[in-house]
């Protein structure tokens, strides 16, 4: 079994395929499919990156890092539409890892992220892999169904 992570665009085919059912699968988690937080132009600039998980040739997941839409905070990346077909095959740690990966090598100095609290697998996935909660920030100041989270690499 062997992941390979493909950086492209999310307007590709398989990314368009893996964010549709992304979005399904929060709206029906959640009642909202995330889809106005996140924008193709989001990941287009040197400091952003997008990726396709493919598991023995087949897409299976993707991920999305990008500047936080801060001033403020320059030095934080954001992870943006985690999406894994299945669990438990390591897909979606292999596409967080690699965007920590290319978060450090971009300069930044923490990631941050959102999910709604109802996500409990998501939740516990984060904390897992190191995210510690912090207060609200951006679009989701004042949204006590948004939990968002942090991870520092410095």
């Not at 988690?29 to 040197?46: C, L």
């Not at 892999?129 to 912090?134: K, L, N, P, Q, T």
Request: charged fraction near 20%; include cysteine; charge should be positive.
């Amino acid at each position: 079994m062997t992941i390979d992570l493909i950086e492209t665009s999310p307007e590709a085919p398989h990314a368009l395929e893996l964010l549709g059912e992304l979005s399904q699968r929060l709206k029906a988690i959640t009642g909202s499919d995330g889809r106005k937080n996140f924008s193709a132009e989001s990941v287009q600039s040197a400091r952003a990156r997008f990726v396709v998980a493919h598991l023995n040739g087949h897409p299976v997941g993707c991920g999305a890092l990008r500047p936080i839409e801060l001033p403020e905070h320059p030095q934080v990346g954001e992870i943006k539409r985690m999406y894994a077909r299945a669990a438990g095959q390591g897909v979606g740690s292999c596409i967080l890892q690699y965007l920590e990966h290319q978060a450090l090598a971009l300069g930044y100095g923490a990631a941050w992220l959102e999910t709604r609290r109802v996500n409990a697998v998501a939740v516990a996935f984060y904390r897992r892999h190191g995210y510690v909660e912090r207060e609200n920030y951006g679009a989701y100041v004042g949204r006590p169904e948004a939990v968002c989270f942090e991870k520092r690499f410095t």
